[in-house]
């Protein structure tokens, strides 16, 4: 979820770009990882991919939004049950 959310927020970001912006915002994250979960969320169709020089740039794919958008009202939902 931080992932997709970072790039909803950002737009089209690298690998290397994701694991800066999640480790200035004090997230504990190893590129391997991001790495790895952003190659899955592309072959999920969650994530666009282009090739921008050396390295690939992604971004949000719709499917990739309506996933981010389904995972919050998730979050919320169980907040909500937490609190009643």
Known sequence: MLILRTIYECG????????????LKGASVEIHAVRMAMMRYYRHGLLL?????????YGLSDRGLRRL?????A?????????T
């Not at 991919?49 to 740039?57: L, Y």
């Not at 979050?75 to 609190?83: E, M, T, V, Y």
């Open 12 to 23: 089209s970001m690298s690998s290397e770009d994701v694991v800066t912006h999640l480790m």
């Open 49 to 57: 991919r282009e090739k921008v020089g050396g390295s690939f740039s």
């Open 69 to 73: 958008e389904w995972l919050d009202a």
């Open 75 to 83: 979050q919320k939902r169980n907040r909500n049950a937490q609190n």
